[in-house]
């Protein structure tokens, strides 16, 4: 049996460092409060986060990561810890797109206010017919919505039992236009296939995107390893602050039922926080607790057991030259949905020499068809459908490969998933966060932040 020691009281404890445990423990910090975040990884960032390769030397992603100009209150986050400008959004809203005949187009929104800019930009977008272009006005309805109420409010209006083709079909768009402009956003913000995926959180995606704000859609693209965009600078900011950051650390929370004297077992130590936010994802919460999970917490442990998951296979591939000239190309109608060109984003370890051959990084999201796929044929498969969308990288020669499995990348949103826990729980001082948490955004950097940033909230008045 480990012996424990008993730690100072600190305000509040923060257990799980993603995104969402990061982002609260900072709120905590910039309010004045001590806080200890544990996380039982050895490296900080949970599903955003970074490793070395061990052949290249090079620091690469557990996975593609990009953030939109709507997401307020990551950038707000970004800003506290100083390294926003880290993740630069683009100035207007461009992107290319190209299909296995080797056609490529790229759709560029005007700077005119929405929804008029994605609407000019439809109309000159030579990918769709002309008898398509006109298509997306069909959605004028609920672009008016969004305006008068928010994105949040045009969603709830959606049936909870329609999935995104349903829904695609309901508002006629054309199959180019979902080919070439509303399959990939799904996959990309739902992390799963249309047919599947619930119509609400797309409609939500949408609305944020090309409803309100003129920049809400612009692309930020990590130019840094996700650990350096946030988690670490994160945890100096929290240690600056007083405050502790464990790695490699599991938690274990012993309830209070009366919510005075939680406690926090965490390697040798036990913590005596005001406050627990729970920041782990949903399979993770079953054993958080040092004993069976509270009675009152019995329904959420039983929803997040129900809970199912969507994977993420990201390939990454070496080329011998360059063969892309924008920094990332949507595939259509290909396995593989997005190519990144990763040159920017990629810093070399301190020593190591500068590799010369280019990288690029294909993602393919609500991955379930490709997980039982070896590495080899994985690797395979992105160099095949690349060469055929791509035609610059017919000629070049791929040298190395190296494929990341996330087979819980985020939760599915698929009609009839369980509900999804609020901030509050009835046990007085412990709160949720995370991205599973009812944020009604779908499993995203945003939701994970936005979870954190209301956790903190609700745990400060408690203090
Ligand atoms: C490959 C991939 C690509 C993605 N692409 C995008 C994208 O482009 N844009 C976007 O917005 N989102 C994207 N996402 C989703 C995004 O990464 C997640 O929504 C977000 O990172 C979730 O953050 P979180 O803090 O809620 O949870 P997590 O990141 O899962 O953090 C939870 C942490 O809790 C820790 N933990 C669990 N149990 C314990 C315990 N008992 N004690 C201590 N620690 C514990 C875990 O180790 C983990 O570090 C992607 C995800 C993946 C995997």
Request: glycine share 8%; hydrophobic share 45%; charged share 20%.
């Amino acid at each position: 049996m480990a012996e424990f020691r008993s730690t100072d009281k600190c305000d509040v404890v923060v257990v799980g460092a993603g995104f969402a445990g990061l982002s609260a423990a900072v709120r905590l910090a910039v309010r004045g409060k001590a806080v200890t975040v544990v996380e039982e990884a050895p490296r900080l960032g949970g599903r955003a986060t970074a490793f070395t390769h061990r052949e290249s030397g090079q620091r690469l992603d557990n996975g593609q990561h990009a953030l939109f100009g709507c997401y307020r209150e990551t950038y707000d986050f970004l800003r506290v810890i100083g390294t926003a400008d880290l993740a630069p959004l683009d100035p207007t809203l461009r992107l290319t797109m190209a299909d296995a005949r080797g056609r490529t187009s790229t759709l560029t929104c005007p700077a005119w206010p929405p929804p008029w800019h994605l609407v000019g930009g439809l109309l000159k977008w030579n990918a769709l017919p002309l008898r398509d272009r006109f298509a997306a006005t069909r959605l004028a309805s609920l672009f008016s919505v969004v305006r008068r109420e928010g994105a949040e409010a045009a969603a709830a209006r959606v049936s909870p039992d329609l999935t995104v083709t349903d829904w695609l079909r309901q508002h006629r768009q054309p199959a180019s236009l979902c080919e070439w402009l509303w399959h990939p956003l799904a996959f990309a913000a739902l992390n799963q296939d249309p047919g599947v995926a619930a119509a609400r959180p797309f409609v939500r995606v949408v609305g944020e995107l090309f409803g309100r704000a003129p920049g809400a859609a612009s692309l930020g693209v990590p130019s840094v390893p996700l650990d350096e965009l946030y988690a670490e600078p994160a945890a100096r900011f929290i240690e600056s602050r007083g405050g502790n950051v464990l790695r490699g650390t599991t938690a274990l929370v012993d309830v209070d039922p009366v919510g005075r004297e939680h406690r926090v077992y965490a390697g040798e130590d036990i913590l005596c926080p005001g406050a627990v936010i729970s920041a782990v994802p949903w399979h993770a919460f079953d054993r958080l607790w040092r004993h069976e999970v509270p009675e009152r917490l019995a329904g959420i442990a039983e929803a997040a057991r129900q809970m199912e998951a969507a994977p993420i296979v990201t390939v990454n591939l070496w080329f011998d030259r360059p063969v892309m000239t924008e920094r990332q190309v949507g595939l259509v109608g290909t396995q593989f949905h997005w190519a990144f060109h990763k040159d920017v984003g990629c810093r070399f370890d301190e020593g190591r020499q500068k590799d010369t051959r280019r990288l690029y990084s294909l993602v393919a999201s609500g991955a379930e068809g490709l997980l039982r796929q070896e590495n080899y044929e994985l690797a395979a498969l992105a160099e095949r459908e690349l060469r055929a969308c791509v035609p610059d990288a017919a000629a070049a020669v791929c040298e190395r490969s190296l494929v990341v499995r996330e087979s819980r990348a985020t939760f599915s949103l698929a009609p009839g998933a369980p509900p999804r826990p609020s901030t509050q729980t009835q046990v007085p001082g412990i709160f949720l966060a995370g991205d599973w948490t009812d944020t009604r955004l779908p499993g995203t950097i945003e939701g994970a932040v936005l979870s954190g940033h209301r956790a903190a909230a609700a745990a400060m008045i408690t203090l």
